[in-house]
């Protein structure tokens, strides 16, 4: 096989950087080519799809195409954040694929001058009954909990799926939140001729090579011969670097800061002389190395972790090194920026490698794939009136999709930094305080990529709506998302298909939702044979709590005799919800709907009644229906409920019907009628379905009596669910 198909490049990949060089490339070279062109690195399938999202918003400072997006939310502070992908790693080795993504992008993070403050985790996996899904599940949780407890950043939220779809091809989504002083936010770029160029943090091995390249493929089923492509992460050692950025950058005559992720020093440096518009040329032999006799190649592809690249305003240099000497961590001149548009690598007197950083980043292919539209599935019948309805909350309250995931967050240290303001399995989104100010942040991550398969369009703006809806209901205003959108093989036109449908749902939802898209990842190929994932676009979104002693809002019914309303139209399809799942396996029924401008309506509203005074509660409904955010309010609260009301729905489609933009909500006897009134004049449906009372749930619909259990039974069915799958 010729070496350049060997690296992931095409035959016409391959004659396109001869051809733009006039000359073959030698080994280096090619190597620097591959992973620049990768998938995973140049988004060649994907960006002429995603230039169509808006990135555009009044609160966004930095959107696409930095190490991460920034929104602006007053006294001259911002919020960055992005989320990345590490599902290739984690199928491998979970616990070190998991830990080095966390690890990673805490990194784009602090890249950015931003401290980290919170991590996020977005995972998916087969069931649970497999013994492999259950090694990758625990080794992934492990790896998570690893990697952000010793660093110390607070693991706060997340969301976990377990779907057939994902047996053979997990995915571990990491986010990270970060706070930054606008008047100190850092670039990733590369000016000023004559600038040194410094690599700092740890030494360079052989761990990673090519594990951009690695990323871009499908998984085969020989895929443990793919473990040198998974790298080996060091938190204390990232610590020490964390501290060591942010202090230099707060000494000042940094001119540029970048994460060395993937693709190592050859992304690094192309991306920033990019932005730039510098050449660069970089000494491998200063590199400071953990192995012996390491190549040109292997040090221009190594993904080690915990190494940043700096570059700094000459004659500053050696006291930026100082800094990095007094956290223990190497700090080396590697190079210096020059004139031009080269990358220019040397090894000793050798010039190794000579490409314009055009060939690089501006240069890589940009495909218009052939892509098929789906179709509608064909759908089937059921009759769900036969389901027991108290039978059916009980087994929900026991699906692995729905159950507390305690098993999860119990192992994150989520109160570190002692600004965690609302615990895991509390919430719809956790909330961090910022010292020193009355603000909170609400952050999020979702996604249901079972919805997606199913409606792509329709399931994309479920996504972003359902993630908005998650920061609503805690009395935050959402400011930007972020996105990691994980899909099987591009280059077939049906997985193609789905992509583009995608975009344009998220398009849609964020420009009516009016929530920008400040950056994020995507990642194709997650296939195993001729099996793909779901389409899974998982959102991640920030969202601003002005006050939070009088704005945030609870999820838990506290007061007895509170009166329990719902908000939003309840519609009744139970197409592709969990209680479908359960009884009827996977028939197809039409999906519920989406109902956007309802959302955005929602979304206003529950700030505003939070303001002045008129509900005590609000949680929105999702996996298992009305049924099961009516019991997570009750547990959150350990509240009883007494429900009574009527509706032309049959009794199992009203309260296990998934519809997103519903949202029950608790209210003072006094403040009911006030309440009514001004849900009446924003034009959103509302109705009064019982109070907060007793020790049972009890449910009664149309005169007749469909639930009745006691809150202590199904609690304990709830909080032990996931504990049981794993025995």
């Not at 590199?287 to 940043?308: C, D, F, H, K, N």
């Not at 223990?328 to 004139?339: F, K, M, R, S, Y």
């Not at 369009?457 to 930007?480: Q, S, W």
């Not at 519609?571 to 955005?600: A, H, I, R, Y």
Request: aromatic fraction near 8%; hydrophobic fraction near 40%.
């Amino acid at each position: 096989m010729a070496k350049w198909r060997e690296m992931g490049l095409t035959d016409a990949e391959y004659r396109k950087i001869v051809q733009y060089l006039n000359r073959e490339p030698n080994e280096v070279e090619l190597g620097m080519c591959a992973v620049m062109w990768s998938e995973h690195c140049s988004y060649k399938s994907s960006k002429l799809h995603l230039k169509k999202l808006p990135t555009r918003g009044p609160a966004v400072v930095q959107g696409p195409g930095e190490n991460a997006g920034v929104v602006d939310i007053g006294e001259g502070l911002g919020i960055a954040f992005k989320i990345e992908s590490h599902n290739h790693p984690s199928a491998i080795e979970p616990y070190q694929g998991a830990a080095t993504g966390v690890g990673g992008i805490i990194r784009d993070i602090f890249a950015m001058g931003a401290r980290p403050i919170a991590l996020l985790d977005s995972l998916r996996f087969g069931k649970l009954d497999s013994s492999r899904v259950r090694h990758l599940f625990t080794g992934v949780v492990a790896g998570i909990a690893g990697y952000g407890n010793c660093i110390g950043i607070p693991t706060v939220a997340g969301d976990v799926y377990f779907q057939e779809s994902y047996e053979e091809n997990p995915l571990v989504n990491a986010m990270c939140v970060g706070l930054v002083e606008l008047s100190k936010l850092k670039k990733g770029v590369a000016t000023g001729i004559g600038n040194p160029v410094l690599l700092v943090g740890a030494t360079t091995g052989r761990d990673g090579i090519h594990g951009a390249t690695f990323a871009s493929e499908e998984l085969s089923q020989d895929g443990e011969d793919k473990r040198p492509a998974v790298q080996v992460g060091d938190p204390f050692m990232e610590k020490l670097l964390l501290e060591a950025c942010l202090e230099a950058l707060e000494y000042g005559h940094i001119v540029g800061m970048q994460d060395l992720g993937a693709a190592g020093l050859t992304s690094s440096s192309s991306e920033m002389a990019a932005r730039g518009n510098s050449g660069l040329r970089l000494y491998l032999d200063r590199v400071p190395l953990r192995e012996e006799g390491m190549t040109p190649y292997e040090i221009m592809l190594s993904e080690s972790q915990e190494r940043m690249l700096l570059v700094v305003e000459k004659g500053y240099e050696e006291e930026i090194i100082k800094i990095f000497k007094k956290w223990d961590l190497n700090a080396v001149v590697v190079g210096e920026i020059t004139a031009g548009e080269d990358i220019e690598i040397f090894f000793g007197n050798d010039c190794v490698a000579k490409l314009p950083y055009r060939l690089l980043t501006d240069e890589a292919p940009v495909y218009d794939r052939p892509y098929l539209i789906p179709e509608n599935k064909n759908f089937g019948k059921i009759d769900p009136v036969e389901v027991d309805c108290g039978e059916a909350l009980r087994l929900l309250l026991q699906n692995p999709n729905i159950v507390r995931k305690n098993y999860v967050y119990e192992q994150y240290d989520h109160q570190v930094g002692i600004n965690t303001v609302v615990k895991p399995g509390y919430s719809d989104a956790a909330v961090l305080r910022l010292k020193g100010t009355k603000k909170g942040v609400a952050v999020k991550t979702d996604g249901n990529g079972r919805y997606v398969y199913q409606n792509p369009r329709e399931g994309a703006k479920r996504a972003v709506l359902e993630t908005a809806l998650n920061l609503a209901v805690t009395g935050a205003k959402p400011l930007g998302l972020t996105n990691c959108l994980n899909f099987g093989n591009p280059e077939k036109p049906e997985i193609m298909g789905q992509f583009v449908e995608v975009i344009a749902g998220m398009k849609e939802a964020c420009e009516i939702l009016n929530i920008p898209v400040t950056g994020g990842n995507v990642s194709f190929y997650n296939e195993t044979g001729e099996k793909a994932i779901y389409p899974t676009p998982v959102i991640g979104m920030v969202g601003l709590i002005d006050d939070l002693e009088t704005e945030l809002i609870p999820m838990a019914f506290k007061t007895e005799g509170d009166l329990i309303y719902l908000l939003g139209e309840p519609t009744g399809e139970l197409g592709q919800s969990e209680f479908l799942k359960e009884f009827f396996g996977d028939v197809l029924v039409p999906v519920p709907p989406v109902d956007l401008q309802e959302g955005k309506k929602i979304i206003e509203l529950l700030p505003l009644l939070k303001k002045q005074g008129l509900i005590n509660s609000a949680h929105d409904v999702s996996e298992g229906g009305i049924a099961v955010s009516l019991c997570e309010a009750a547990f959150a609260g350990n509240k009883g409920v007494n429900l009574d009301f009527t509706t032309p729905l049959l009794p199992q489609e009203f309260l296990f019907s998934e519809k997103i933009g519903l949202v029950v909500v608790s209210v003072s006897k006094e403040k009911a009628k006030e309440f009514e009134e001004a849900v009446k004049t924003s034009g959103i449906g509302l109705l009064k379905l019982g109070k907060v009372e007793g020790e049972e749930i009890v449910i009664k619909i149309n005169g007749r009596v469909e639930i009745e259990e006691k809150l202590f039974k199904l609690k304990a069915l709830y909080e032990g669910g996931l504990a049981w799958a794993l025995k």
